[in-house]
């Protein structure tokens, strides 16, 4: 089959768009992948996405153009987001993919990436929004510093019209979570179709490893510029560190992630550790006797979990940090809803070698169960004849 997978505002990495890359890198076994996307960097090829892709086309998005959409898009109902990423040439590339090729299905891989499908085009298409970006909005706008309270509200607002119209021009929709996709499903016209794929993990590169790490060692980690995460690691850093340390005084902390903001990295004391971007995450996770996530808001699941659980680090997190996923607290992962308890749930776990051989263990075993990359392609592959079956019975 012959897949056009459209990505913005920039090509999957390890750290950023992993649904995307894991997908492409897994689905390319059985498909031709024509990856177009959005990039920031002039100049880049993606040469590290040619080996799973037919074709790479990769249409630079120059700050003047960030800026000049953003400024058009004022007193629109578009979501900033979408506005961001508006881009004749993109419109471009993909007509040019389509003219050329022999396309079976086009994937969308967020909404920011559907005013790039040109209209009423007759190619069957998946939209994979993996999160409801209206949820997301609607229980972060609240949470949110002041200075920014009037952009999420304007977001939460744009893209409940902007979900709503795009609910009603595609019919197949794939959400990476069922609380999502109930959220969606009841925005949605009944003819759309809307299915749970789960973030998956790479459990090839994320391989297991025995050895236990350092026990004085935690691992926080992800994009250190996005709110929520911003939010998780100022909260565990102000809330909870304090607490393990009075237990366990040579705790050690590493934050992990690209582009920390001034306040990630004020965090930063002889005992915590902000690296900002790494060549390679693993090592950080296996140097980690633990992953904490602790997230107070959001939507969709967190691959940094999957990561952990196929590498076999327990997890402490927190109700909002498990949701979507089929973890049960005590079993594959440790839950505290509010800072004292974290930090005792932490303190026991680094303590008790037992306990975390017991969840590393059941971890992997749920990751082998659901959640490797395989599991998710075979799904992914049976939605793909379902949806060109169903669209073809349309036509006719």
Excluded at 48 to 72: A, G, H, M
Excluded at 150 to 173: D, G, I, N, T, V
Aim: hydrophobic letters at 40%; glycine letters at 4%; proline letters at 7%.
């Amino acid at each position: 089959m012959n897949i056009l997978f459209i990505t913005a505002p920039s090509p999957p990495s390890r750290f950023h768009r992993i649904r995307a890359l894991n997908l492409i890198k897994y689905l390319s076994r059985s498909h031709d992948i024509h990856l177009v996307s959005l990039t920031r960097q002039p100049g880049r090829t993606g040469e590290e996405l040619k080996p799973y892709c037919k074709t790479v086309q990769l249409v630079y998005q120059s700050s003047w153009r960030i800026i000049k959409n953003c400024l058009l898009s004022v007193g629109s109902h578009l979501p900033l987001e979408v506005a961001y990423c508006a881009n004749p040439d993109m419109n471009r590339a993909v007509r040019a993919v389509l003219e050329q090729h022999p396309i079976d299905l086009i994937y969308i891989k967020r909404l920011r990436s559907a005013p790039f499908v040109p209209p009423l085009t007759a190619v069957p298409t998946i939209v994979d929004t993996t999160d409801a970006m209206s949820l997301y909005y609607e229980r972060a706008k609240d949470c949110v510093p002041w200075y920014i309270k009037s952009l999420f509200r304007h977001e939460w607002r744009a893209y409940q019209k902007y979900e709503k119209q795009m609910l009603a021009q595609y019919s197949y929709w794939i959400s990476c979570s069922p609380i999502d996709t109930a959220y969606l499903q009841r925005r949605a016209p009944p003819a759309t179709r809307i299915q749970v794929v789960p973030n998956g993990v790479d459990a090839e590169y994320y391989a297991f490893d025995q050895d236990a790490g350092n026990s004085r060692q935690l691992l926080l980690s992800g994009l250190m510029d996005k709110f929520v995460n911003v939010q998780a690691a100022k909260y565990f850093v102000r809330d909870i560190f304090p607490k393990i340390q009075l237990a366990i005084p040579d705790v050690r902390l590493m934050i992990v992630g690209p582009r920390p903001t001034p306040a990630v990295r004020r965090l930063a004391t002889k005992d915590i550790t902000v690296t900002g971007v790494v060549p390679d995450l693993r090592r950080f996770i296996r140097e980690s006797a633990a992953v904490v996530c602790p997230v107070l808001t959001g939507a969709g699941t967190r691959n940094k979990i999957l990561q952990a659980w196929s590498i076999g680090r327990p997890i402490i997190t927190t109700p909002q940090g498990l949701e979507g996923l089929d973890g049960i607290d005590g079993t594959h992962v440790l839950v505290a809803g509010d800072a004292d308890t974290f930090a005792a749930k932490t303190v026991r776990l680094l303590q008790d070698r037992a306990l975390r051989q017991q969840l590393v263990e059941n971890g992997r075993a749920l990751v082998n169960e659901r959640y490797t990359m395989d599991i998710i392609t075979s799904q992914l592959n049976q939605i793909f004849k379902d949806t060109i079956s169903d669209s073809a019975k349309k036509i006719t």
